[in-house]
T-cell receptor, first 112, second 112 residues
Framework: DAGITQSPRHKVTETGTPVTLRCHQTENHRYMYWYRQDPGHGLRLIHY???????DKGEVSDGYSVSRSKTEDFLLTLESATSSQTSVYFC???????????FGPGTRLLVL | KQEVTQIPAALSVPEGENLVLNCSFT??????LQWFRQDPGKGLTSLLL?????REQTSGRLNASLDKSSGRSTLYIAASQPGDSATYLCAVLTGTASKLTFGTGTRLQVTL
């Protein structure tokens, strides 16, 4: 795997509060991604990055923002958390000759 | 918009049986196709990756095939074991910004 860590691994927060999730990689991969996984919807792309300070939206980006100031770190921020953002969030990187995607262990977020 | 479908959604087989999981996608302009495994409460682990120019890939008891023109892939698991019990996800990588589109998975249970 690509040495991907996510923090925190679990978080409970209240509606309306901002939340930041962190993804850290050690393989110097160019591409990084944030997904959410929900029953019945599978994995859906929130935002992705194709380099430092280069980011773009995925299919479910509303209510989320991202930042990438270093190759190894990709932050996902929920600007004002809502109950619909309760989910499991996965970070991924893409690299290697075959452009394989590697996933982190996930963050379970509960918004009350 | 790329759509990925996996059939069946769930499958239960006795140990030792050979089995096939199916994946179909709507847009054949893919860069590669990946099969992942996800254990409950865990992240995704890449099993096999097939480039768009390839027809199949093998790893141990796993064999994945790709028919890009018909938009289909299969994952063949030989001599299934209880340790194979997990959810198997298919994902296709499109050329635009290297975005993966996932199916909703097949939940496999291998019984003793």
């Amino acid at each position: 795997d690509a040495g991907i860590t996510q923090s925190p691994r679990h978080k409970v927060t209240e509606t309306g509060t901002p939340v930041t999730l962190r993804c850290h990689q050690t393989e110097n991969h160019r591409y990084m991604y944030w997904y959410r996984q929900d029953p019945g919807h599978g994995l859906r792309l929130i935002h992705y990055s194709y380099g430092v300070k280069d980011t773009d939206k995925g299919e479910v980006s509303d209510g989320y923002s991202v930042s990438r100031s270093k190759t190894e770190d990709f932050l996902l921020t929920l600007e004002s958390a809502t109950s619909s953002q309760t989910s499991v969030y996965f970070c991924a990187t893409q690299g290697g000759v075959e452009e394989t995607q590697y996933f982190g262990p996930g963050t379970r977020l509960l918004v009350l | 918009k790329q759509e990925v479908t996996q059939i069946p959604a769930a499958l239960s087989v006795p140990e030792g049986e050979n089995l096939v999981l199916n994946c179909s996608f709507t847009d054949s302009a893919i860069y590669n196709l990946q099969w992942f495994r996800q254990d409950p409460g865990k992240g995704l682990t890449s099993l096999l990756l097939i480039q768009s120019s390839q027809r199949e890939q093998t790893s141990g008891r796993l064999n994945a095939s790709l028919d890009k023109s018909s938009g289909r892939s299969t994952l063949y698991i030989a001599a299934s074991q209880p340790g194979d019990s997990a959810t198997y996800l298919c994902a296709v990588l499109t050329g635009t910004a290297s975005k993966l589109t996932f199916g909703t998975g097949t939940r496999l249970q291998v019984t003793l």
